[in-house]
């Protein structure tokens, strides 16, 4: 019995840090309401010149290094993201090419939001459980900061820049590695989290750019409520359909939107906070790569040991859900 397991986790943040303080100067807020409301102490934000494929390119370096892999061994390339260079090509056809990927790879983008990482996770290990490909790259980018509204209170406290990249093989080994994954999708909330002009529905005009519609609107309750709905389903059913019990969890990784999410969930699984990695606090919201990036700073810090249970779940716009159990 072969597995899939993840031989190398990377992850890269820009330089720049915006702070709460930073913000309360820029919209009517204050420090104490984004901690109290959402956890985030701050969030890094891409350079100017800085696009989502160089935040990749970065991360998957650093995988590609950690795996003890180079860039002419991918004969596949998944990138999650909302924020792509641009609507055509793909990014991952210009991480292909800033990385070296040779050209016989197959390069595609996937869009499921927050979820995309764990999206992108099932597809590369079905693909690879086929022998279709050996070894895949997948990385969860986004610069946030480029579809965020400056001037909305309710939104721009929460969301930040960076990249998370895992590269995936498959071994003779039974048990280890990917033991579930599961996803889905919800269409009917896809209005409570979009940015509404921009695409073939709304083209870009001076009317949408006016009326400011290529930044992100949220209904932020309405999204809280299905987000801890969805999580703790998709993990409740993950534990279920492998016979596992919360205690069997050594770590939960959750998608970094909201500390108060975070806790709601913790408190409906009865798993303890101390079980949860949790890193909003300096990151903020980065959509599809918080589970990469959130992966590789617990295996740096020693959080995660061999042998260990990881539980990895993730909501997104869409809305869209999803969770892997993973064997370390
Ligand atoms: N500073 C000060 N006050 C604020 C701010 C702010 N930054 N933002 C909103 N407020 C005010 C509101 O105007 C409102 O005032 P009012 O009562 O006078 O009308 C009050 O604070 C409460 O606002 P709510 O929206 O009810 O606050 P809530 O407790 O729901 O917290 C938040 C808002 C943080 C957005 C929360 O709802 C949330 O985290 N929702 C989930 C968001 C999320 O996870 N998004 C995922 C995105 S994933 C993706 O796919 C990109």
């Not at 996770?121 to 022998?131: D, H, M, R, S, V």
Request: hydrophobic share 45%; with cysteine.
């Amino acid at each position: 019995m072969a597995s899939v397991i993840i031989a190398g986790v990377g992850s890269y943040a820009p330089e720049r840090i915006l702070t709460n303080e930073e913000l309360s100067k820029m919209v009517d807020t204050t420090d104490e309401w984004i901690r109290t409301r959402s956890g985030i102490g701050e969030r890094h934000i891409a350079a100017g010149n800085e696009a989502c494929s160089d935040m990749a390119v970065r991360a998957a370096t650093a995988a590609l290094a950690d795996a003890k892999m180079n860039a002419s061994d991918i004969d596949l390339l998944i990138i999650a993201t909302c924020t792509p260079d641009m609507p055509l090509p793909s990014t991952a056809c210009i991480v292909q090419h800033k990385l070296g990927i040779p050209a016989h790879a197959t390069c595609f983008d996937i869009s499921a939001a927050c979820s995309g990482f764990l999206y992108a996770l099932e597809i590369a290990y079905g693909q690879l459980l086929t022998n279709r490909y050996k070894r895949a790259l997948i990385i969860g980018a986004e610069k946030l900061s480029s579809v965020v509204d400056w001037s909305d209170r309710a939104t721009c406290v929460l969301f930040g820049d960076a990249a998370g990249a895992a590269v995936l093989i498959k071994v003779d080994q039974p048990g280890i590695g990917i033991i579930g994954s599961d996803l889905g999708a919800d269409g009917e909330f896809a209005d409570k989290l979009m940015i509404p002009a921009g695409g073939s529905s709304c083209p870009a005009s001076a009317q949408t750019v006016e009326g400011r519609q290529h930044f992100i609107r949220m209904n932020g309750r309405e999204v809280f409520k299905s987000a801890v709905r969805v999580m703790e389903t998709v993990s409740r059913e993950m534990m279920e359909q492998h016979q596992l019990t919360p205690d069997q969890i050594s770590l939960v990784i959750p998608h970094q939107a909201n500390i108060r999410i975070i806790e709601a969930l913790s408190a409906n699984l009865k798993m303890p906070m101390d079980k949860f990695y949790v890193n909003l606090d300096r990151y903020g919201n980065t959509s599809s790569a918080t589970i990469p990036l959130a992966l590789d700073e617990a295996r740096r810090s020693g959080r995660i040991k061999p042998g260990d249970l990881t539980l990895l779940v993730a909501f997104g716009a869409g809305l869209t859900y999803g969770a892997a159990l993973i064997r370390w």
